[in-house]
């Protein structure tokens, strides 16, 4: 298991390398300087990239990068806050959109798994078409769609939840941006969860255990949930990062001050901060990639053969 766990963390390592590496060179090397030009004259321009060393060969300013990286800085932004440095303003967001994405991914996670189940064991009745229509209608509704649909009913309508977000009465502004952002998690896991239940209810191991006289809770706990999880989980862990990271259009519109409206507004601002861009896509990659390992030492710990499959490979 050690040897399993350290492979694979190396190739992370190495994944994460190799990500943070294509992402500087094309944000180097797009056309036009990431400054308010409107602002600035060509003099100061010039001026402002020796500062920061953009008129260095690219592998040379890739080393500083990753210097600076590895002090634990991301340095500082070029239009966005006035230059501010970065990390200070990238934590806060993380942490503002970690605590909606916790938040979604538990509720998404725990109504996506009772509707598939609920689906599963009533097939082909009434139960199992209503699960299977909420469950389209869940992906084919926007998230942002949704968000408007209850800020006009229970902000506008019914003032009952704030309109925009309040980090002073975080529980009440947290329900509608977390409805929305878990309501593609909760389709997504429950159509898979209804076929792998289904897949598994058929097979012929839990066809030998109902023989034996095992029904109900007890089979659906020892034969059912843990043979389907492993497909389950691999659906799972993609959303866990985009939960997380924030939605943009989401986080835009309620005014939450997290991760996916610091992107938008280092795109859509006076001048595109590559600085921050390159950061967001580091801490997003590294996420994916965090998730990514967790899921395959998971794996071996569910499945004990996945990791003999990997060293015999």
Do not use: W
Request: glycine share 8%; charged share 15%; proline share 4%.
């Amino acid at each position: 298991m050690t040897r399993y766990i350290t492979k694979r963390i190396l190739m992370s390592a190495l994944t994460l390398l190799a990500i943070i590496f294509v992402l500087f060179v094309l944000i180097r090397i797009m056309p036009g300087d990431p400054f308010p030009v409107e602002r600035m004259s060509a003099e100061m321009i010039l001026q402002k990239r020796e500062e920061l060393g953009l008129n260095k060969p690219i592998l040379e300013q890739f080393v500083n990068y990753m210097s600076m990286l590895a002090s634990g800085s991301f340095g500082n932004g070029t239009s966005l806050y006035n230059g501010a440095p970065i990390k200070p303003i990238l934590t806060a967001c993380l942490v503002n959109s970690f605590k909606i994405g916790v938040l979604s991914i538990l509720f998404g996670t725990v109504v996506g798994l009772a509707i598939g189940i609920v689906a599963a064991l009533n097939r082909g009745k009434f139960l199992d078409g209503l699960c299977t229509v909420v469950s389209i209608l869940g992906v084919c509704i926007p998230s942002y769609v949704f968000m408007i649909f209850l800020q006009y009913f229970f902000s506008y309508k019914i003032p009952f939840f704030p309109y925009f977000f309040d980090p002073a009465n975080f529980l009440m502004s947290a329900v509608m941006p977390m409805l929305s952002l878990s309501l593609f998690a909760i389709s997504t896991i429950a159509r898979f969860t209804r076929n792998e239940m289904i897949e598994v209810l058929n097979s012929d191991y839990v066809k030998l255990a109902e023989a034996k006289g095992l029904y109900g809770f007890e089979l659906i706990r020892k034969h059912v949930l843990r043979n389907a999880l492993i497909p389950i989980v691999t659906v799972i862990a993609p959303l866990v990062v985009d939960l997380l990271t924030g939605a943009m259009v989401i986080e835009k519109i309620y005014g939450i001050n997290g991760v996916g409206k610091l992107m938008v507004d280092a795109i859509a601002g006076q001048g595109v901060d590559y600085n921050y861009v390159l950061a967001l896509g580091i801490v997003f990659s590294a996420l994916y990639i965090g998730v990514m390992l967790a899921l395959d030492i998971l794996y071996g710990i569910i499945d004990p053969r996945i990791r003999l499959a990997t060293k015999e490979g």
